[in-house]
Structures are given as structure tokens and as C-alpha cells.
């Protein structure tokens, strides 16, 4: 199983993140390139390599047409953190001790919220892939401080020139990610830092409230440093993708990308680390999920393709119904469904307001599952998706799309089951 693992010894940033991806082999052409799909403009990635404490790696730094002006007067060790504090839940000024002339360029230009920002990610033209997942990890700062104020999530705002800071992290970060294509995530204990940090609504201790929100459930330490050393973005990206090591997790590193922090911190190095690793041998075969059950002798079963169709939206992997007996001899049925931790609050309210059940048992479980691969194969029959499964990089599973099989079988005039059995056939031959 590839693995990427996150060492955020010294906390995370964005731009943090974008070096060390980079760091670690991403193609900076690949970045820019899909990062030019966006079709924003008012930015560019200044990428170098840089030092801290004698270790060598990328530093990335996102220069905005409003933050130009600020590296040219030496004020960018403050880059990474302030603007990853751009949202807000209205129209007010940006940071305090920005320049007069920024102030007037945020008068000048309109807002962003977060059905703004799906538009561009969407309409980018950027594989489904990295566009769902930057729109979760700007789920997760939307959420986190729409909470935080009280406000509906359609009333929290990026400034303009913020959000393009945050886009070009946060994409660039799906883009990364994507072209890794790790199986899975972990995250060591994540370094927050001390102090207070100044942003749109002043002075706020650390972590900022909305950083608190979106790590929580993750295994943090806070006063290694003296400053922010986790913002609202790095602690997104974590919460989007990463789950915390297990205890027993054994791996064998590859390589290491170092991502350079802006800042140059005396005490410890300001470094985001990320390892590419393979598992070693059987400790670690799964990852941690929910099954989530209730029992019902009280509800319309017509009900039930309805309420499966909810959950599976939602993002519920399995749904299914069991017939039982409950108590007094009544014929009833269990409702179980599989979810990630991240989908269990949305099917905890399907359940409880389209179900009759007043009650839900949450079990956490171990779930494992093959690494799978999705391809066009060219057949007689025209193009078909498949899927494949391998076991320890050894394929041994190959599956048609049924659905595209079911079409041509109608169309043909031959049973389905032959048709799978042809395009199976065909493509195991290639592999």
C-alpha cells in the first residue's frame, strides 16, 4: 500500500504543503499547469530552495498582486499565515496592519463565498478528482468558521485577494495529491504553536478558533513554537485527507519532501515534512470506519429505496436491510450502513428524520479494501470502464462497468453474462 505521512513537527501551512509536495517529486509543470485552468489571474508561485537548520527543501511562496508590494518592503515571513486568515463573515477590512492602498483595493472588488469559489474549482476543467477534494478542503474551513460566528455558511467571505492566496494553496494542494496517488494518509501529532495572530477580526489566540475546529480529532501539541504554526488551510488539507498513525502502523519510508516555512524559528526547524512509505508486511491492512445500524418494526419498507438513495448521496459507501424478529414475535429489519468518520453526522440526520428509528448503534471497525484502478478498455463493443483490484500490487479482480454491459447486451441481442465474460477475458489478457 503506498503511503504518504505527514510529519508536522513544526506545524503545517499551505505553502508549506505545496513545498513539500513538490519536495517530494511533484512536477512544478504539473502545478502550474493546472493551476493556470483556473483561470484566475493576479498571481504567481515563486519556488526556490531554501534552509532551515541546515536542511535543504522547496519553499513555495503564492505572490498575489496584493502582497507584491509587501515583499518588496520584507514583510513576507508573514505570507503563509495571514492569508490563510481571509475569511470572514462579512464585508470588513482586511488585517490591520496592512498598507492604506490594500484597504482601498478591497473596496475596489467583489467577495467570494464558497459558492463562488465552487464555480471557478468547477469550471476549471480540472480532473473530478482534484476538484472534489479542494472543495472539501474549503468545506472545512467554510464550516469551521461559519461555526465559529454563528453565521450560515453562504455569509462567510474571502476577500478577493485572499481567495486567490487560498485557491492556489488549497488546489495546488488537490493537484499534488492527486498526481501522488497515495492509498492513504497519516498524520503524525500536529505541531499548533503559541501566541496570539492577528487577522481581520484582530488579535486571536492560537490556535485561531476556526484551526481548533478543523483539527479537532486529530492528536496535537501546542507551545513547540512561539507563533502560528498550524493555519486554517494546513489543518483543512489534514482534515480532508489524512487520518492520525496508528500506534501499530509499520512502514518503510521511500523518500522525504521538506517543505520550507516562511518564517526562520530558532528553536526548531520550520519544516513541513512528507514521506512517501509502503506498508511493512501485515500490521496495517484497512483503515479506521463506522457501521452505523438501527432496527425497525414501525416503517413503510416502500420507504426504504428512498431513504438507501439519501444515504448513498451522502456518501455512504454500503446500505443494506436485514429481515429480523424483534421482540413479541414482530417482524422487522436492521438498516446497516458503512460511512467514513467525515460522513457520519450527515447520516446520523437522514437516519433520524427519514427513518421511524428513535435510536442508532456507531461501531468502529477496520475496514479493508483492495486498491482498484478504473481504465477504458477498447473492445468489439466499442469503448467499456473497468475495474480492477490488486492484492499486494497483484491484480485479482477485473470487473466491467454492469451498467455498459447491460446496454450492449440490449443492443446486441446476446446474454449479458457473455458480455462480461469477453471483456473480462480481453482484459486480463492485456494486463
Same mark, same amino acid.
Given at each position: 500500500?503506498?503511503?504518504?505521512?505527514?510529519?508536522?513537527?513544526?506545524?503545517?501551512?499551505?505553502?508549506?504543503?505545496?513545498? !513539500?509536495?513538490?519536495?517530494?517529486?511533484?512536477?512544478?509543470?504539473?502545478?502550474?499547469?493546472?493551476?493556470?485552468?483556473?483561470?484566475?489571474?493576479?498571481?504567481?508561485?515563486?519556488?526556490?530552495?531554501?534552509?532551515?537548520?541546515?536542511?535543504?527543501?522547496?519553499? /513555495?511562496? #503564492?505572490?498575489?498582486?496584493?502582497?507584491?508590494?509587501?515583499?518588496?518592503?520584507?514583510?513576507?515571513?508573514?505570507?503563509?499565515?495571514?492569508?490563510?486568515?481571509?475569511?470572514?463573515?462579512?464585508?470588513?477590512?482586511?488585517?490591520?496592519?496592512?498598507?492604506?492602498?490594500?484597504?482601498?483595493?478591497?473596496?475596489?472588488?467583489?467577495?467570494?463565498?464558497?459558492?463562488?469559489?465552487?464555480?471557478?474549482?468547477?469550471?476549471?476543467?480540472?480532473?473530478? =478528482?482534484?476538484?472534489?477534494?479542494?472543495?472539501?478542503?474549503?468545506?472545512?474551513?467554510?464550516?469551521?468558521?461559519? %461555526?465559529?460566528?454563528?453565521?450560515?455558511?453562504?455569509?462567510?467571505?474571502?476577500?478577493? /485577494?485572499?481567495?486567490?492566496?487560498?485557491?492556489?494553496?488549497?488546489?495546488?494542494?488537490?493537484?499534488?495529491?492527486?498526481?501522488?496517488?497515495?492509498?492513504?494518509?497519516?498524520?503524525?501529532?500536529?505541531?499548533?504553536?503559541?501566541?496570539?495572530?492577528?487577522?481581520?477580526?484582530?488579535?486571536?489566540?492560537?490556535?485561531?478558533? !476556526?484551526?481548533?475546529?478543523?483539527?479537532?480529532?486529530? =492528536?496535537?501539541?501546542?507551545?513547540? /513554537?512561539?507563533?502560528?504554526?498550524?493555519?486554517?488551510?494546513?489543518?483543512?488539507?489534514?482534515?480532508?485527507?489524512?487520518?492520525?498513525? =496508528?500506534?501499530?502502523?509499520?512502514?518503510?519510508?521511500?523518500?522525504?519532501?521538506?517543505?520550507?516555512?516562511?518564517?526562520?524559528?530558532?528553536?526548531?526547524?520550520?519544516?513541513?515534512?512528507?514521506?512517501?512509505?509502503?506498508?511493512?508486511?501485515?500490521?496495517?491492512?484497512?483503515?479506521? !470506519?463506522?457501521?452505523?445500524?438501527?432496527?425497525?418494526?414501525?416503517?413503510?419498507?416502500?420507504?426504504?429505496?428512498?431513504?438507501?438513495?439519501?444515504?448513498?448521496?451522502?456518501?455512504?459507501?454500503? #446500505?443494506?436491510?436485514?429481515?429480523?424478529?424483534?421482540?413479541?414475535?414482530? =417482524?422487522?429489519?436492521?438498516?446497516?450502513?458503512?460511512?467514513?468518520?467525515?460522513?457520519?453526522?450527515?447520516?446520523?440526520?437522514?437516519?433520524?428524520?427519514?427513518?421511524?428509528?428513535?435510536?442508532?448503534?456507531?461501531?468502529?471497525?477496520?475496514?479493508?479494501?483492495?486498491?482498484?484502478?478504473?481504465?477504458?478498455?477498447?473492445?468489439?463493443?466499442?469503448?467499456?470502464?473497468?475495474?480492477?483490484?490488486?492484492?499486494?500490487?497483484?491484480? #485479482?479482480?477485473?470487473?466491467?462497468? %454492469?451498467?455498459?454491459?447491460?446496454?450492449?447486451?440490449?443492443?446486441?441481442?446476446?446474454?449479458?453474462?457473455?458480455?462480461?465474460?469477453?471483456?473480462?477475458?480481453?482484459?486480463?489478457?492485456?494486463?
Amino acid at each position: 500500500m503506498k503511503i504518504l505521512y505527514y510529519d508536522c513537527f513544526s506545524g503545517i501551512s499551505g505553502d508549506m504543503n505545496l513545498g !513539500a509536495l513538490l519536495d517530494l517529486g511533484v512536477s512544478s509543470e504539473i502545478l502550474t499547469d493546472g493551476l493556470q485552468k483556473l483561470n484566475t489571474g493576479g498571481w504567481k508561485l515563486d519556488i526556490s530552495r531554501d534552509q532551515r537548520h541546515g536542511i535543504t527543501g522547496t519553499k /513555495v511562496t #503564492v505572490i498575489t498582486d496584493h502582497n507584491d508590494h509587501e515583499h518588496t518592503y520584507g514583510n513576507a515571513h508573514d505570507h503563509d499565515h495571514h492569508h490563510d486568515h481571509e475569511f470572514n463573515h462579512g464585508h470588513n477590512h482586511k488585517h490591520d496592519h496592512q498598507h492604506n492602498h490594500e484597504h482601498r483595493y478591497d473596496h475596489q472588488h467583489e467577495h467570494r463565498n464558497l459558492a463562488d469559489i465552487e464555480k471557478i474549482i468547477k469550471g476549471s476543467g480540472l480532473p473530478a =478528482p482534484v476538484s472534489d477534494l479542494a472543495m472539501k478542503i474549503f468545506r472545512h474551513i467554510a464550516e469551521a468558521e461559519a %461555526a465559529v460566528h454563528d453565521k450560515p455558511l453562504h455569509e462567510i467571505h474571502f476577500h478577493e /485577494v485572499g481567495a486567490i492566496d487560498s485557491i492556489v494553496d488549497i488546489v495546488g494542494a488537490a493537484i499534488c495529491l492527486n498526481e501522488l496517488g497515495a492509498d492513504r494518509v497519516y498524520v503524525s501529532e500536529i505541531e499548533l504553536g503559541s501566541g496570539m495572530v492577528r487577522c481581520q477580526h484582530g488579535l486571536l489566540p492560537v490556535p485561531a478558533p !476556526a484551526t481548533a475546529r478543523i483539527i479537532s480529532g486529530f =492528536p496535537v501539541h501546542i507551545g513547540g /513554537v512561539d507563533f502560528e504554526a498550524t493555519t486554517p488551510t494546513g489543518a483543512a488539507i489534514i482534515a480532508a485527507i489524512a487520518e492520525p498513525l =496508528p500506534p501499530s502502523m509499520r512502514m518503510v519510508i521511500r523518500k522525504s519532501g521538506y517543505g520550507i516555512g516562511q518564517k526562520n524559528n530558532p528553536s526548531r526547524p520550520n519544516i513541513l515534512r512528507v514521506s512517501l512509505a509502503e506498508t511493512a508486511g501485515e500490521a496495517e491492512k484497512g483503515h479506521s !470506519a463506522r457501521l452505523v445500524e438501527c432496527n425497525m418494526d414501525d416503517m413503510n419498507p416502500e420507504m426504504s429505496e428512498y431513504i438507501s438513495g439519501r444515504l448513498f448521496a451522502a456518501g455512504a459507501g454500503d #446500505v443494506w436491510f436485514t429481515p429480523v424478529i424483534m421482540k413479541k414475535g414482530r =417482524p422487522a429489519f436492521t438498516l446497516s450502513v458503512i460511512c467514513e468518520e467525515d460522513q457520519l453526522n450527515a447520516v446520523r440526520e437522514i437516519l433520524f428524520t427519514e427513518s421511524t428509528t428513535i435510536g442508532l448503534r456507531v461501531l468502529s471497525f477496520s475496514k479493508e479494501t483492495l486498491h482498484r484502478e478504473f481504465e477504458e478498455v477498447e473492445t468489439r463493443f466499442g469503448k467499456v470502464t473497468v475495474k480492477k483490484s490488486y492484492f499486494n500490487g497483484r491484480l #485479482v479482480s477485473v470487473k466491467p462497468e %454492469a451498467d455498459r454491459c447491460a446496454a450492449i447486451a440490449a443492443t446486441m441481442g446476446i446474454p449479458m453474462k457473455n458480455v462480461i465474460r469477453e471483456i473480462t477475458s480481453l482484459t486480463r489478457e492485456e494486463s
